[in-house]
T-cell receptor
């Protein structure tokens, strides 16, 4: 099956720093990648949709200057949380699709901002 | 299946029983639906999907039913096992997730 890898799986940073999370499709070319945020015991909240080579489409209420998404190639998308604060602490999950409709998810990245 | 950050409803079943997990969706134009399983601390995993031209689809121990009239999906798990304990989400073609249901299987 298609594999999506996320890195890092866990990151702890100080308030005010920026953190980059990578999402890679290992054995397929992902035409579209999605970024989600998940708080404990809650559902996945779609943050943005990114297509290779174009700007990401952000969901309402998600600050695009705060959560920078880059989808530079068909196998890599990155999410950068800029000037992170404790309220940004969450589980960030990416998924990728190659057009069939099915999503393949990464294992998630747990961000803790001190 | 618009997620609004609600706390998860829970379903507790005895091992060997059948489980039914429900999901309501809001977009009547949605034509594709997916069920995902998420174990603690992990990303979601695909379980089964269904297109709107179908009412029912069966997989291994799982069945998805789609009622377009009332915009309702259900996931049925036969002979539920402890390994089925997880959170189950439905998602529409726009990749937005429903609120999810936490399934706990008691041995």
């Amino acid at each position: 099956g298609a594999v999506v890898s996320q890195h890092p799986s866990r990151v702890i940073c100080k308030s005010g720093t920026s953190v980059k999370i990578e999402c890679r499709s290992l054995d397929f070319q992902a035409t579209t990648m999605f970024w989600y945020r998940q708080f404990p015991k809650q559902s996945l909240m779609l943050m943005a949709t990114s297509n290779e080579g174009s700007k990401a489409t952000y969901e309402q209420g998600v600050e695009k200057d705060k959560f920078l998404i880059n989808h530079a190639s068909l196998t890599l998308s990155t999410l950068t949380v800029t000037s992170a604060h404790p309220e940004d602490s969450s589980f960030y999950i990416c998924s990728a699709s190659y057009g069939t409709g099915e999503l393949f998810f990464g294992e998630g990245s747990r961000l803790t901002v001190l | 299946g618009e997620s609004v950050g609600l706390h998860l409803p829970t379903l507790s079943v005895q091992e060997g029983d059948n489980s039914i997990i429900n999901c309501a969706y809001s977009n009547s134009a949605s034509d594709y639906f997916i069920w995902y399983k998420q174990e603690s601390g992990k990303g979601p995993q695909f379980i089964i999907d269904i297109r709107s031209n179908m009412d029912k689809r069966q997989g291994q121990r799982v069945t998805v039913l789609l009622n377009k009239t009332v915009k309702h999906l259900s996931l049925q798990i036969a002979a539920t096992q402890p390994g089925d304990s997880a959170v189950y989400f439905c998602a529409e073609a726009d990749m937005r997730f429903g609120a999810g249901t936490r399934l706990t299987v008691k041995p």
